[in-house]
């Protein structure tokens, strides 16, 4: 929900902090050298990316600023920082910046991207730009801040599938995450460096002069010589000059040297003002953006606003963020020198004031920027409480990285098993991602927790006790024994007791208890008795869908609706497909787990109404899904793929089938005591001996190959693919080879045309 306040949220609440005011260009500033020449070049062309690549200081944002505003109705920006390396979040980004031109598909501007890859999400975005009534131009302003592998191999594909006429153009201190060798030799980048944006004696003798600094030409010669017409270097040079610095001196030199741009900065500037406007700038350098509030909060002193204010007016190192001057940011240079003189004036000071903004930006409902300060300031106790608080909520809107960076942190610093509330939601959270060996090991910090102690010394027993409340009602006893009762560790008769214990425990309001429910519908299913288990699962439904739990609304109605097949109910089935298929579009859960069950529903009942291909289609939604299906989750993974395994069987792929129950025979493996599962999947197999063997194709693709399909259609080459995988090349080229055998391809653009045929790849 916008504010209307260009610095603020755009949404607090659906998704993590997205700030209006990363969607547009810094203002525009009276006394900035217009780069007309080299705007001109970049309109002359048509190719369609332009790469703006140079150290911090050369003004690469700039450039493209001034670019954009001849053009404001058809360019999209995104400024980009660190918290952006999240799929969902850079998506619901990019989208809210193409929404700015004219409106786009309703299905891009969802805040989550769910698990589909890189190359469907890329296809998305490049799918909306095509839509548009004109051709647009992207900018992604400060491309380095991404790190994360998916984001990056995201604008790849992007501008390897720009329609005719759209541009895009990146700014970057670093190599841009784009095949370059490639894309130049197909002449499709334009490249702007240092040799471009240095300035000559032209421009800096205006940028001096608009700064009120006027030196002989002498004094310009000498002092391009010393900041090789580095613009930074120059306009501080100007602050120095205009503050009554000496003239000789003037001129940060071009230099990868932090000491000497940090002595620099000290001895030319800073020492030339007040120690309260040292003290402002150093101390707020702790902060992404500023505001009047924000600062006021950091520095427990009031007039913020007002400086602010006066220093984005006398000073072009304080960027204005919006056109109402509420919000700014430092250049990332200058605050990188003012953040290392704050360590160095004041380093006892440096906790105190993460900590007063954690606190804020808490107060203010902006808990992802709360936690960054609070992690920063070893606020460990707030980064606890706000991570409890909205972890759910990160995991359920599709922004895992947000999730996992969070996570992450607990792990650096060693305080996993210190905080056993964090560490049942880490293995949840690696549950629903498909990584086994992490999850296992984050419930064991859950389970066996290390004593805490207080100033005091004493042990401090609140924070692991079974009994203590959980910001959502529950004790932790309960969230420890929901974790438990989903990995099945000791079998079925344990999986009860923790289920019920779950239960009990669970508050009325907790998004977990839908969860709970549909784990106790499991157990006595497993155990054969129908009638208890659709109880559970009809409640499972009701409480799930009052809580907006809607993978375990959705596993729950796919189970109802096998109990209903049992009894040859099949009007009832076809309800509880018609319901499950309404609760996956409106939570967008097609590509997550939980929906794999209920598309193995939907083949059973197509098969049941002679629907071949519609069974088909649902089977091959399924196997997307299959790699996800491990035993970290048993008992749902092995009665999904045993459900898949029936429906093979019926429409005769015994191959398909045969590969399907070997994935459960492997998690069986792990987890015997599944009840009636165990023979279930034992009758199959026999069943299946017994049958002639089907020729092998798409169906017999293992989890392995199956996470290998979705990197076959980007631009990352076998190698790079290996990296994504932390496989071999020689695996990966196997495994690849193995997949056109059972396409009955020779070549990966044929296994790629292939598999988008047949729907293994979206479109």
């Not at 140079?54 to 944002?61: D, L, N």
């Not at 909306?128 to 995201?154: F, G, Y």
């Not at 990332?332 to 704050?342: Q, T, V």
């Not at 069986?668 to 092998?696: F, H, I, N, Y």
């Amino acid at each position: 929900m916008s504010t209307g306040q260009e610095g603020a949220p755009l949404d607090g609440g659906a998704t993590p902090d997205l700030f209006e005011s990363k969607l547009h260009p810094p203002q525009r500033r009276a006394a900035l050298v217009s780069r007309a020449g080299l705007i001109d070049e970049l309109d002359k062309s048509d190719v369609p990316i332009t790469v703006v690549a140079a150290p911090p200081g050369y003004g690469k944002t700039t450039l493209l600023a001034e670019w954009s505003r001849r053009h404001p109705s058809r360019f999209a920006w995104l400024s980009l920082d660190r918290h952006d390396n999240d799929l969902g979040r850079l998506v619901s980004y990019t989208a809210a910046a193409l929404e700015r031109i004219e409106p786009i598909d309703s299905e891009l501007l969802g805040p989550s991207v769910g698990g589909r890859s890189v190359a469907a999400v890329a296809s998305r975005v490049a799918r909306a730009i095509s839509a548009m009534k004109e051709p647009v131009v992207l900018v992604l302003d400060h491309v380095e801040s991404l790190h994360n592998d998916d984001c990056r191999d995201t604008i790849a594909e992007v501008a390897m599938h720009l329609p005719a006429g759209s541009r895009l153009a990146l700014a970057t201190r670093a190599d841009p995450p784009l095949p370059m060798a490639r894309l130049r030799v197909g002449g499709d980048v334009v490249e702007v460096g240092v040799d471009e944006l240095a300035m000559k004696a032209p421009e800096a003798r205006r940028l001096l002069d608009g700064a009120g600094v006027h030196i002989n030409d002498a004094a310009l010669d000498r002092l391009l010589d010393r900041t090789e017409g580095w613009p930074v270097g120059l306009y501080l040079a100007a602050l120095a000059l205009q503050a009554g610095g000496s003239q000789d001196n003037a001129g940060l030199p071009f230099s990868g040297d932090d000491r000497l741009m940090a002595d620099y900065l000290r001895s030319e500037l800073l020492s030339l003002l007040s120690q309260a406007e040292v003290a402002f700038l150093t101390r707020t350098a702790i902060l992404n953006r500023l505001s009047g509030p924000l600062c006021d909060a950091v520095l427990a002193s009031t007039g913020s606003g007002a400086r602010l204010e006066s220093l984005a007016h006398s000073n072009l190192l304080l960027v204005a963020l919006d056109r109402t001057g509420q919000w700014y940011r430092y250049h990332h240079l200058f605050r990188d020198l003012l953040r290392a003189e704050l360590q160095r004036r004041e380093p006892e000071l440096v906790q105190a004031l993460h900590i007063r903004a954690a606190e804020w930006y808490e107060v203010n409902h902006m808990p992802d920027l709360a936690i960054d300060h609070a992690q920063a300031g070893r606020d460990v106790e707030r980064v606890n409480r706000l991570f409890l608080m909205n972890a759910q909520r990160a995991f359920g809107s599709g922004h895992s990285e947000t999730a996992r960076r969070w996570l992450g942190w607990f792990e650096e610093e060693n305080l996993v098993e210190q905080f056993p509330a964090v560490a049942v939601l880490g293995a949840l959270f690696y549950i629903g991602t498909g990584d086994p060996t992490a999850a296992e090991r984050w419930s064991d910090a859950a389970e066996h927790p290390s004593p805490t102690v207080l100033p005091d010394g004493s042990p401090d027993a609140q924070r692991t006790s079974p009994e203590r409340i959980l910001p959502d009602g529950s004790t932790l006893a309960s969230w420890r024994a929901l974790l438990r009762s989903q990995q099945t560790r000791n079998g079925l008769d344990a999986m009860r007791r923790d289920a019920e214990l779950a239960i009990e425990g669970l508050s009325a309001a907790s998004g977990l208890r839908s969860s709970a429910l549909t784990v106790q519908g499991y157990v006595y299913l497993a155990g054969g008795d129908l009638g208890a288990a659709d109880s559970f699962l009809a409640q499972a439904v009701d409480v799930g869908m009052g809580s907006g739990a809607g993978a375990s609304v959705l596993i729950a109605l796919a189970e109802r609706g096998f109990c209903a097949m049992q009894g040859a109910d099949w009007p009832a089935v076809q309800r509880f497909v018609e319901e499950a298929r309404s609760v996956e579009q409106e939570f967008r859960l097609g590509e997550y787990t939980a929906s794999a069950l209920s598309f193995a529903l939907a083949a059973r009942l197509a098969l049941h109404h002679g629907d071949v291909e519609g069974a088909r289609d649902d089977l091959t939604r399924a196997a997307r899904l299959r790699p996800l299906l491990d035993y970290s989750r048993p008992l749902y993974s092995v009665r999904t793929l045993l459900e898949l395994a029936r429906a093979y069987v019926v429409l005769e792929d015994t191959a398909g089938a045969r590969e399907v129950l070997r994935q459960g025979r492997g998690i069986l493996q792990k987890r015997p005591d599944l009840g009636v599962l165990t023979k279930e999947v034992e009758e199959l197999e026999s069943r299946l001996d017994a049958m002639r063997t089907g020729a092998v194709g798409p169906s017999s693709l293992t989890a392995a190959e199956l996470r290998l399909v979705p990197y076959l259609p980007t631009h990352l080459t076998f190698p790079q693919i290996g990296e994504r995988l932390c496989r071999s090349r020689n695996t990966v080229k196997s495994q690849a080879i193995s997949i056109y055998q059972k396409l009955g391809v020779s070549s990966r653009d044929e296994a790629i045309e292939r598999l988008h045929s047949i729907g293994l790849l979206e479109t």
